[in-house]
């Protein structure tokens, strides 16, 4: 059982080019999220989804994009990388059942340069 | 506005002793807590949770304490291991159900 799977661990992009974050998880979970976390911060919401086809901005949507086709995959695009975008990105999903925490993926590093 | 605060940044304490992490928050809504461990180059994982029904909730060497009245939450390591040290998360929620709001984390170091 994978649980949440995040690709790449680690990226360099070029300031203005464009990318996406994959996420997937294999445990059905309705809830998903994308966070991240920048340095003696902590974690963000970008954005989420409720389940598949449903998605909503978090406090820092700007700048991200994100689609929902699939209970099981919630990719983060950036389309437009600026350094400010320089973070660790946490996916993360809940069930909709629990009201314990979060399954968080490991994370993406990404810098922009 | 920082909803929910961890006001020490780190925290070292000897093996075998107590380790106390604090969080406070504003938020009168919130009314599920959670505390989520985390090492390095990992996702941060669940360690334990506390409704608002409740003051205390225990798990092995873990417990949370929760004070609404001063909004204020305690997790308490006894003994502390040095596979404690890690950057520790205070969390809540509205309702459980909701999306979560993190603090920015308090980095324990247990020493052997």
């Known amino acids: 059982n994978a649980g949440v799977t995040q690709t790449p661990k680690f990226r360099i992009l070029k300031i203005g080019q464009s990318m996406t974050l994959q996420c997937t998880q294999d445990m059905n979970h309705n809830y998903m999220y994308w966070y991240r976390q920048d340095p003696g911060m902590g974690l963000k919401l970008i954005y989420y989804?409720?389940?598949?086809?449903?998605?909503d901005k978090g406090e820092v949507p700007n700048g991200y994009n994100v689609s929902r086709s699939t209970t099981e995959d919630f990719p983060l695009r950036l389309e437009l990388a600026a350094p400010s975008q320089t973070s660790v990105y946490f996916c993360?999903?809940?069930?909709?059942?629990?009201?314990?925490?979060?399954?968080f993926g490991s994370g993406t590093r990404l810098t922009v340069v | 506005d920082q909803q929910v605060k961890q006001n020490s940044p780190s925290l070292s304490v000897q093996e075998g002793r107590i380790s106390i992490l604090n969080c406070d928050y504003t938020n009168s809504m919130f009314d599920y807590f959670l505390w989520y461990k985390k090492y390095p180059a990992e996702g941060p994982t669940f360690l334990i949770s506390i409704s608002s029904i409740k003051d205390k909730n225990e798990d092995g060497r873990f417990t949370v304490f929760l004070n609404k009245s001063a909004k204020h939450l305690s997790l308490h390591i006894v003994p502390s291991q040095p596979g404690d040290s890690a950057v520790y998360f205070c969390?809540?929620?509205?309702?459980?159900?909701?999306?979560?709001?993190f603090g920015i984390g308090t980095k324990l170091q247990v020493i052997p």
């Open positions: 993360v999903s809940k069930s909709t059942a629990g009201a314990y925490g979060y399954t």
């Open positions: 989804s409720v389940g598949a086809g449903i998605t």
């Open positions: 969390a809540a929620s509205v309702g459980g159900y909701q999306k979560v709001t």
